[in-house]
């Protein structure tokens, strides 16, 4: 498991951090996201379970697998159970994205957390990833909060 405990500029956050755990599953990856609910406006018209565009702009978890030429892949989850994955080639160059997923989200009103879970087919990771980063994303507007697990994009799988 992987707690995210910073921001994006190194700070400390001031909340319990997003934890994510990655679970193999025959020739498949499993992806548990258990996070603080910030009570963040719900993707407009989004539908539990389908992928949502520009997901980045609401509360998420993000998960990113990345090689050593460039590809890599990313992976949102939202609390209210949409989800987005994109296949790139090169810093923000997306060949593929909106991929199916098996993917459901529970928010926990009493505790204000939520749990994701996704299974991600393995025919969806670029060959030979190298290094992995997650983030936790949420807030609005000048509110909006960026936190990393490693500072940096980047670090080695």
Do not use: C
């Amino acid at each position: 498991s992987f707690k995210i405990e910073r921001t994006w500029d190194n700070k400390p956050i001031d909340h319990d951090p997003a934890e994510v755990t990655l679970i193999s599953a025959e020739d498949d990856l499993i992806i548990k996201v258990i996070a603080p609910y910030f009570d963040d406006p719900a993707p407009t018209n989004g539908k539990q379970g389908e992928a949502f565009f520009k997901l980045w702009d609401y509360e998420v978890v993000e998960a990113f697998f990345l090689n050593n030429n460039d590809q890599y892949l990313e992976l949102e989850f939202g609390p209210h159970g949409q989800h987005l994955s994109l296949l790139l080639d090169g810093n923000r160059n997306a060949i593929k994205h909106s991929l199916p997923l098996d993917y459901t989200a529970t928010i926990d009103e009493a505790s204000k957390t939520w749990t994701g879970m996704a299974r991600i087919p393995a025919s969806y990771f670029p060959p030979d990833v190298s290094k992995f980063n997650a983030y936790a994303i949420h807030g609005t507007d000048d509110k909006r909060i960026y936190e990393a697990l490693y500072v940096g994009f980047w670090t080695t799988a």
